[in-house]
């Protein structure tokens, strides 16, 4: 039972270079989140998804661009890669229903843009 | 909006002792969810403890405790009996009970732990 898969784990990026990182999940959850998380912040919403085919803003959306084509998958891109972009990112999910709408969290992406 | 503070950016404790983590947390929902999660030095994001605000018994489990104050806004966590693995940041996060967005978490800036053997 993997839960929620991030890849890569670390990334390092020229300025001006796109990435993708990738979110995988096998819980069958609707609700799938992107957070970023700044050195001695707590982690910011980036994106959100509430089901396949359906994306929102979350707080921090500007350099991102996000898709949800299946459940299982929710890929963020960096289309232009900027210092300010450096930071761990992770992919989260929650179900709808009582009892399971607790995030799980991936284990993160440490992204570091030069 | 909803606002999660952690006041205490650093804790210690000794091992075997007990410590109690603050936050404090803004809304004008009358329901909804409190969690704190602990990261430890491998970034996992962990599930130590949630509580239901329509739930007036403070949570339980095992070693963790909280002391939630509806009232005041006030949401501790309690840590007794502290093990060395139980250093890491632990995070204070607030849930809305509504759909769409509001099933996001809104995060404090969260409290360093260190336990002192």
């Known amino acids: 039972n993997a839960g929620v898969t991030q890849t890569p784990k670390f990334r390092i990026l020229k300025i001006g270079q796109s990435m993708t990182l990738q979110c995988a999940q096998d819980?069958?959850?609707?609700?799938m989140y992107w957070y970023r998380q700044d050195p001695g912040m707590g982690l910011k919403l980036i994106y959100y998804?509430?089901?396949?085919?359906?994306?929102d803003k979350g707080e921090v959306p500007n350099g991102y661009n996000v898709s949800r084509s299946t459940t299982e998958d929710f890929p963020l891109r960096l289309e232009l890669a900027a210092p300010s972009q450096t930071s761990v990112y992770f992919c989260?999910?929650?179900?709808?229903?009582?009892?399971?709408?607790?995030?799980?969290f991936g284990a993160g992406s440490r992204l570091t843009v030069l | 909006a909803q606002t999660v503070t952690q006041s205490q950016p650093e804790m210690s404790v000794q091992e075997a002792e007990t410590v109690t983590l603050s936050c404090t947390y803004d809304?004008?929902?009358?329901?909804?969810?409190l969690f704190w999660y602990k990261q430890p030095p491998s970034r996992q994001m962990i599930l130590v403890i949630r509580?239901?605000?329509?739930?007036?018994q403070n949570a339980t489990e095992n070693r963790f405790s909280v002391n939630f104050q509806k009232a005041a806004k006030s949401f501790s966590l309690k840590i007794s009996d502290s093990q060395l693995g139980d250093a890491a940041m632990y995070f204070c996060?607030?849930?809305?009970?509504?759909?769409?967005?509001?099933?996001?978490?809104?995060f404090g800036k969260g409290t360093l732990l260190t336990v002192n053997p």
């Open positions: 989260a999910t929650s179900g709808a229903l009582l009892g399971t709408n607790v995030l799980t």
């Open positions: 819980m069958n959850h609707n609700y």
């Open positions: 998804s509430v089901g396949a085919g359906i994306t």
């Open positions: 809304t004008s929902e009358s329901d909804y969810y």
């Open positions: 509580q239901e605000a329509y739930k007036q």
């Open positions: 996060a607030y849930r809305s009970p509504r759909g769409g967005s509001n099933y996001k978490l809104t």
